[in-house]
């Protein structure tokens, strides 16, 4: 093979991945613009005329607007809260001197990583209904931040190892506190970092549909995953509504996606010059 042909290899396998991956989010799109009857028979083409009513079907549901402000507002919350525990969690193992301890922590994190989240069901919903946190935000808020704080410790712990100690034995000099130091030296170098499992943790708890139809009960306190599903058997298997709402539900995650994409990618970027 010639050296022209292998470098086509690459990109063209490059070319299929990315329409294997897009194609589903296309398909969403696609559909949302057509009505049942074109759906069902004209599935896989573009629309013939385009039929924004699916949207205002969608959007005229009452309480559309509250599913998508409680996704919101969980994915947020225990986004940020795994962040700033995460945080001190790997600056603690990385750079306070506790040898034993800390590597039992960190070997105990990394075997969570090996527990699959659906074993730990029904030992969680007991837990949350004999706390009191049943059909409340904290009871998906809390069990979020938990199952993404192993992964997102280890990935800021791999980071922080490879930043110099002489920077914060610098802070030390100048006065700073040991919350200095993590607030003016370690946070804004581990930056892109975190924004890259920012986005990790927010897509995972955004997307979250098991716990969220477990835990909540209430109408008015569902999360869009769940609500979608009921949304479906509300209007009879109104696909173009269907669609509609689950083109809406990604509109976040691609905002997001496009505001950080710069730090995401300086964030990888480090981590495979530093890694």
């Known amino acids: 093979m010639s050296y022209r042909a292998r470098g086509i290899v690459p990109h063209v396998v490059l070319i299929i991945y990315v329409i294997v991956v897009l194609y589903p989010l296309f398909f969403v799109v696609n559909a949302s613009l057509k009505n049942n009857s074109e759906i069902t028979t004209n599935p896989w083409g573009f629309p013939h005329e385009f039929y924004f009513e699916n949207y205002t079907n969608a959007l005229s549901n009452s309480l559309f607007g509250r599913y998508f402000f409680n996704s919101l507002y969980i994915s947020i919350t225990a986004t940020v809260a795994t962040l700033l525990l995460s945080t001190a969690i790997a600056f603690a193992i990385t750079r306070m001197k506790f040898p034993t301890y800390g590597k039992w922590v960190y070997g105990f994190l990394l075997i969570s990583l090996l527990i699959p989240p659906a074993s730990l069901l029904i030992p969680l919903y007991i837990m949350v209904k004999d706390i009191g946190l049943y059909n409340t935000p904290l ?34 000099v100048d006065g700073l506190s040991i919350y200095g130091i993590l607030g003016k030296i370690v946070i804004p170098l581990t930056m892109p970092t975190l924004v890259t499992v920012f986005i990790l943790n927010f897509i995972n708890h955004w ?69």
């Open 139 to 172: 009871a998906l808020i809390i069990p979020y931040t938990a199952f993404g704080i192993p992964l997102t410790v280890f990935v800021i712990a791999a980071f922080l190892k490879s930043i110099p100690r002489e920077l914060e034995e610098a802070g030390v």
């Open 207 to 275: 997307n979250e549909f098991i716990l969220a139809n477990l835990f909540l009960s209430t109408q008015q306190l569902r999360t869009l995953p769940v609500a979608i599903v009921a949304f479906a058997d509300q209007f009879n298997m109104n696909y173009g509504a269907l669609t509609a709402s689950i083109t809406i539900s990604i509109v976040p995650v691609i905002i997001i996606y496009a505001i950080l994409q710069k730090k995401i990618i300086e964030g990888v970027a480090a981590g495979s010059i530093k890694g």
